[in-house]
Nanobody
Framework: QLQLVESGGGLVQAGDSLRLSCAASGRAFDTYTMGWFRQPAGKEREFVAY????????HYVGSVKGRFTISRDNTRDTVYLQMNRVKPEDTAVYYC????????????????WGQGTQVAVSS
């Protein structure tokens, strides 16, 4: 079981860049597909991106494709989300999770959620 801690959120202006980090502790981080999700205020948690255990495969939701990049450093047990050209609609609490089920874009198939990090984008 992993324990995850997200960091790097903050208040930024539209068009700025931000890098989120998710530090893992526990066993076998490099065997998990890891995902980033976000939850806007009053809405459901939604998929943003995932990365395979080796880092070779990534997948993004359409609204962030070309702007966000997910990566991981298995020597540091950390997964990152580089957010470029952010928009007000990117405002949300961002969570990382470890994939435990079948659907890699469904929050219900992830676990070991961290506490989240707030990203607020002003226009």
């Amino acid at each position: 079981q992993l324990q995850l801690v997200e960091s790097g959120g903050g208040l930024v202006q539209a068009g700025d860049s931000l890098r989120l980090s998710c530090a893992a502790s526990g066993r076998a981080f490099d065997t998990y597909t890891m995902g980033w999700f976000r939850q806007p205020a009053g809405k459901e948690r939604e998929f943003v991106a995932y990365i395979s255990p080796s880092g070779e495969m990534t997948h993004y939701v359409g609204s962030v494709k070309g702007r966000f990049t997910i990566s991981r450093d298995n020597t540091r047990d950390t997964v990152y989300l580089q957010m470029n050209r952010v928009k007000p609609e990117d405002t949300a609490v961002y969570y990382c999770g470890a994939h435990l089920g079948l659907d890699m874009t469904d929050a219900a198939d992830y676990g070991s959620w961290g506490q989240g990090t707030q990203v607020a984008v002003s226009s």
